[in-house]
């Protein structure tokens, strides 16, 4: 095959991983609690777990979604009892983000899975080289960065 067929099947890959992601990312499971979350709730406490005393527009910008999405999201994990939002004692007009005990629980859980799962996808994609990743990242950064300017 040439470049080009090899690009458009690379695209067409891309699109197929795309789909099953989305489909995957529909299907609510438990993360060491009795809770039922969508990976997008899974994510999002990642996220706060990650960056300790957030707020909307950082997890917004971090996103790409906007604070009202994210604030509906924040809110669905506050009636679940796994994360809080309170007043920023040096700041007022700031709202701050964290986990609770319950989200904390589950972030850590799902750090565990991530690392299992990564290091079995690692095993069998022994064949490939950091230079092989180093190219295919800079191949996806820059379709990344096309998608998002438009």
Excluded: C, W
Aim: charged residues 30%; proline residues 1%; aromatic residues 8%.
């Amino acid at each position: 095959m040439n470049r080009e067929d090899i690009f458009y099947e690379l695209m067409e890959t891309l699109y197929e991983i795309s789909r099953k992601i989305s489909s995957y990312e529909s299907i609510p499971r438990k993360y060491g609690t009795d809770d039922d979350l969508f990976m997008v709730e899974a994510h999002t406490i990642n996220l706060i777990g990650n960056h300790q005393h957030t707020n909307t527009s950082e997890l917004a910008r971090l996103t790409n979604k906007t604070k009202g999405a994210i604030s509906q999201m924040v809110d669905k994990l506050i009636k679940k009892d796994l994360a809080v939002k309170y007043k920023n004692p040096t700041n007022q007009r700031e709202v701050i983000i964290e986990l609770t005990e319950k989200g904390k629980k589950v972030y850590n859980f799902h750090k565990e899975l991530d690392q299992d799962e990564y290091s079995q996808l690692l095993n069998k994609l022994g064949q490939f080289t950091a230079e092989d990743f180093s190219t295919y990242l800079k191949i996806s950064t820059i379709l990344r960065d096309n998608i998002k300017s438009k």
